[in-house]
């Protein structure tokens, strides 16, 4: 794998995200978390699955600059709908997938945090869905998990605002479980997983199983109207503009179109 590295050990695989500068979601590294999950899920001696980021952050957000090369509406729904698909495997994996963040998980890199079982965060760690800032709307089920974990009020907040709340914060929100130093992060990471690892693997994925009835019934077709609206925000004036905006740093112009 070009962009992602795989460590096994005591029944844990660790996963870390490996692309410069800022880990972002791009498609290569989604196309390759999707074959590094298809083959842990095939491999009897792992239990469970630990996700990190390497460098500074866990992931900072999806590729921008990978947007210009996509000409149309349809398109951009596609690329939504490809992630979307992965973070469902991922919500459905039978084995718990741990996301231990650092740094920031912002964006697409939030949407894939969310769509982990368990998220472990540093004190400082900014966590947020920025993508109004830009013109467009999440486009991974982040506005669909997002009030699942943290409630619709803290959800339109951040979601509106564009502002990233810290991991102490995320904590308090119901969107991570627990937080820890930055040196601690890691090795609490890793002894969560193994004392997971432990149980049994028949048991663990029953328990997964039955965690996914308490989603909501609206849920599906949520993700669905995202993928729609995903589209329409990149096909308009303003998604547009906001993308030129980001990669000639400057502030957008929004006209409302």
Same mark, same amino acid.
């Given at each position: 794998m070009e962009f992602i590295r795989v460590a096994n050990e005591n029944k844990v695989a660790h996963v870390t995200l490996n692309r410069p500068p800022a880990n972002a979601v791009a498609s290569d590294v989604l196309k390759e978390l999707s074959e590094v999950l298809t083959s842990i899920e095939k491999d009897p001696e792992t239990k469970v699955v630990l996700i990190s980021g390497e460098g500074k952050f866990f992931s900072a957000g999806a590729d921008i600059k990978e947007f210009t090369?996509?000409?149309?509406?349809?398109?951009?729904?596609?690329?939504?709908?490809?992630?979307?698909?992965?973070?469902?495997?991922?919500?459905?994996f039978p084995k718990p997938i741990i996301a231990a963040i650092h740094g920031a998980a912002l964006g697409g890199g939030l949407e894939l945090a969310m769509a982990c079982h368990?998220?472990?965060?540093?004190?400082?760690?900014?966590?947020?869905?920025?993508?109004?800032?830009?013109g467009l709307v999440p486009g991974f089920a982040g506005t669909q998990r997002l009030p699942a974990l943290v409630g619709k009020a803290k959800a339109t907040?951040?979601?509106?605002?564009?502002?990233?709340?810290?991991?102490? $914060?995320?904590? *308090?929100?119901?969107? =991570?479980?627990? /937080?820890?130093?930055?040196?601690? #992060? &890691?090795?609490?990471? @890793?002894?969560?997983? $193994?004392?997971? *690892?432990?149980?049994? =693997?028949?048991? /663990?994925?029953?328990?997964?199983? #039955? &965690?996914?009835?308490? @989603?909501?019934?609206?849920?599906d077709?949520?993700?669905?109207?995202?993928?729609?609206?995903?589209?329409?925000?990149?096909?308009?004036?303003?998604?547009?503009?906001?993308?030129?905006?980001?990669?000639?740093?400057?502030?957008?112009?929004?006209q409302d179109k």
């Open positions: 090369t996509v000409s149309s509406e349809e398109g951009f729904a596609e690329l939504g709908g490809f992630g979307q698909r992965l973070f469902d495997k991922m919500e459905a368990i998220r472990l965060v540093t004190e400082t760690a900014k966590l947020g869905l920025p993508e109004l800032q830009l907040e951040m979601l509106l605002t564009s502002e990233p709340i810290t991991g102490i $914060e995320a904590v *308090a929100a119901g969107l =991570a479980n627990q /937080v820890y130093s930055d040196e601690d #992060l &890691l090795p609490k990471a @890793k002894e969560l997983a $193994e004392k997971i *690892a432990l149980k049994s =693997a028949v048991a /663990v994925n029953y328990a997964l199983k #039955l &965690l996914t009835y308490s @989603k909501s019934e609206q849920f077709e949520g993700v669905q109207k995202e993928r729609e609206y995903f589209g329409k925000a990149f096909a308009s004036e303003d998604g547009q503009e906001g993308i030129r905006a980001f990669i000639e740093k400057r502030k957008p112009q929004f």
